[in-house]
């Protein structure tokens, strides 16, 4: 669904609220759209609305689309069900989605729910649970194929007619040992062309991708997007046992999930931030932040109010000193953003930091001159003060230096010590910009006009 079909039927959905024409409403929801566009406008719609659509969504239907919503709604909405409820929706979900929901529900919610299903569906819960949900581990399918390598091909085929459907995304059967080591894969492009009365381990691929459960969900997006990927087969470090599979469409999730958290983290939200979430919830989560950069500005007003003596003689100087720290910020995050976006891609390392480094502060140099020259010249002409247009230009060329060591550094040494560059990196930059910049232009003015 398009987004002005998205925002047509929000418009048809408030105004039968409004009239009252609930009938309109839950035939919309319960057949006439599908289960994804219901998620879209549960997710487009504010809380209060969006309590009365799920209530108007039939028990049967309910499973279907909460597999659809963002995780945060999602759990909103199996937050307030009971174990029966809970059960019943459960039945629509794939293995790993279920696990990624179940982690975010109370214990005890969860081992009811476990304890509910059948001891193989519990197994494979139990499996996905152990592990991080942003690992391999975590987003992989339980839901597989396998098959010996002695057997014939024609047995295959027999083999795969006694499933009434095969699992989605299914590109290759899995070939293990009958202690269930990953042997090898058997792509179906082969199986149908080849001769049936050949053996699995005639025709089988042993070269094939194979991940280890541990290994971080950007680096298995990253895996994907080399290899060309429909699936993998994940394993155990330890024992080498399969234990899985990982789908392209969950790889499209993080993909898209580490762009959003990349995008929101720049402005201090969570990665999962409901554009409709509550008032007071919305307020807590962006109070944090602003705290925080509420204590860089005063540290910034602090280094300003040590030059207020020369601020009193030159007028000028209280005009000027924005630019100063401007050019600077928009300089950092220029750097900031191309060095974050590196490490996330796996591009940046200890063998080519210093090369990056040199090249960010010879650019950020060269950018220096050439703006400092034009705004020593708009100074100039301005304020009829060739002084203050050499300090000003002074200023802006060490303030972009900083600027680039600041944003190639700073984002790196976050990462080695376990925090999110993409979280932190930006507010740690404004101050260093704002700070250099006002000590440069402003200290150089005291030394030299004052």
């Known amino acids: ?14 105004e039968s609220l409004e009239s009252g024409a609930t009938m309109q ?24 609305e969006r309590k009365l659509l799920w209530d108007l969504i039939d028990s049967k239907n309910e499973g ?23 059960v019943a929706v459960s039945e629509h979900f794939e293995s790993d989605d279920l696990a990624d929901l179940l982690q975010h529900l109370p214990e005890t919610v969860v081992k009811e729910v476990l304890a509910s299903m059948s001891s ?10 152990s592990y991080s949900e942003d690992s391999a581990g975590g987003l992989m399918n339980t839901d597989t194929i396998t098959i010996r390598p002695n057997i014939t091909l024609d047995i295959v085929f027999r083999y795969l007619r006694r499933h009434k459907t095969l699992p989605d995304m299914t590109d290759s059967l899995l070939v293990v040992s009958r202690s269930d080591r990953l042997l090898g894969t058997l792509p179906l492009t082969k199986l149908l062309v080849a001769d049936v009365n050949c053996t699995v381990r005639d025709i089988m691929e042993t070269d094939n991708t194979v991940i280890d459960a541990n290994t971080p969900a950007s680096e298995v997006a990253q895996l994907f997007e080399k290899m060309d990927l429909v699936s993998a087969p994940v394993i155990d470090s330890i024992t ?5 599979r990982i789908t392209i469409d969950d790889v499209v999730d993080v993909i898209r999930d580490e762009a959003e958290h990349s995008m929101l983290s720049m402005a201090g939200l969570d990665d999962d931030e409901d554009t409709f979430a509550p008032i007071l919830k919305t307020t807590r989560r962006r109070a944090v932040w ?12 602090y280094v300003i109010g040590l030059f207020q003596h ?10 000027l000193m924005p630019i100063v720290a401007s050019m600077g910020g928009i300089a950092g995050s220029q750097v900031l953003t191309l060095v974050i976006r590196g490490i996330a891609l796996n591009q940046i390392g200890a063998t080519n930091t210093r090369w990056l480094l040199n090249r960010e502060l010879i650019v950020g140099v060269l950018n220096g001159i050439l703006w400092a020259t034009v705004i020593a010249a708009l100074t100039a002409l301005w304020f009829d003060n060739i002084k203050i247009a050499y300090i000003i230009a002074s200023a802006t060329i060490i303030n972009l230096f900083f600027a680039a060591l600041t944003g190639t550094l700073l984002p790196i040494f976050l990462k080695k010590l376990g925090i999110d560059p993409a979280l932190a990196a930006s507010v740690i930059l404004t101050t260093v910009t704002d700070v250099v910049g006002f000590l440069a232009f402003l200290g150089l003015a005291t030394i030299f006009l004052v």
Do not use: C, W
Not at 64 to 77: A, C, D, H, T, W
Not at 120 to 129: F, H, N, S, T, Y
């Open 240 to 244: 080498k046992k399969l234990l899985g």
């Open 1 to 14: 669904m398009s987004e002005q079909t998205t925002l047509a039927h929000l418009q048809t959905v408030t």
């Open 120 to 129: 193989q569906d519990r197994m494979r819960v139990e499996a996905l649970l």
């Open 25 to 48: 409403i839950r035939y919309l929801l319960n057949g006439a759209l599908p289960a994804q566009d219901v998620a879209r406008l549960l997710e487009s719609s504010p809380p209060k």
């Open 290 to 301: 602003l705290g925080i950069n509420l204590i860089t500005a005063f540290i910034a007003s």
């Open 64 to 86: 279907e689309v909460l597999q659809y919503l963002s995780e945060e709604i999602g759990v909103q909405f199996m937050l307030n069900m009971n174990t029966e409820r809970l």
């Open 310 to 319: 020369t601020l009193d003689q030159i007028v000028a100087l209280a005009i």
